[in-house]
């Protein structure tokens, strides 16, 4: 299996995680816990913002996000999550998860398509980071498939907390 090959693999478990995680009622996916700072809905918009940067950075082209899927999401059009208050992250709500859940199909689809051409000397290549550069699978391991898992493990809790299941309750059950 190639290295890029690899990587669409486990993006795939944490795509498919995410869009798993837009069942809900509009209540119980900005659901923020006393205490707490992001909801479900959050995780869904924050991620899907992170990829798509990581994704512009990495390919050259354009973000997906646009202020027609600010509007159609009723969502920001500027920021993406980071370096929000509590207060702010929890202001946050999402207009129409079905829009949301349109963008974020955009923006994995690139991913993949991206993935599918990408070669060994490709992951290797260095690119612009906060703190300098890192490689393209540095970006796409650190940003994506770590950061994601974690926002996974807290829509995990979200749910738990309020009853539902975990998103992807049946994997590995067929």
């Known amino acids: 299996m190639s290295t890029a090959a690899f990587i669409k693999a486990n993006l795939a478990f ?33 991620t899907s913002r992170v990829e798509d940067l990581v994704m512009s950075n990495v390919t050259g082209q354009p973000p997906v996000w646009s202020e027609e899927w600010a509007d159609k999401t009723g969502l920001p059009f500027k920021g993406f999550g980071t370096n929000m208050s509590d207060d702010e992250a929890q202001d946050v709500h999402v207009g129409s998860i079905a829009a949301l859940g349109e963008y974020q199909d955009a923006v994995f689809a690139r991913t993949n398509d991206y ?9 290797e290549r260095q690119i612009p980071a906060r703190d300098g550069t890192e490689s393209v699978g540095e970006a796409i391991s650190l940003h994506m498939m770590g950061h994601f898992n974690g926002h996974r493990g807290e829509i995990n809790t979200l749910r738990g907390m309020q009853g539902m299941p975990t998103v992807m309750a049946a994997q590995g059950t067929h």
Do not use: M
Request: contains cysteine; negative net charge; charged residues 20%.
């Open 14 to 46: 944490v795509h498919a995680a995410l869009v798993d995680a837009r069942n809900g009622t509009d209540d119980q996916l900005h659901f923020v816990p006393e205490g707490g700072s992001h909801s479900i809905a959050w995780c869904l918009w924050h």
């Open 115 to 123: 993935l599918d051409g990408a070669s060994d000397e490709e992951l």
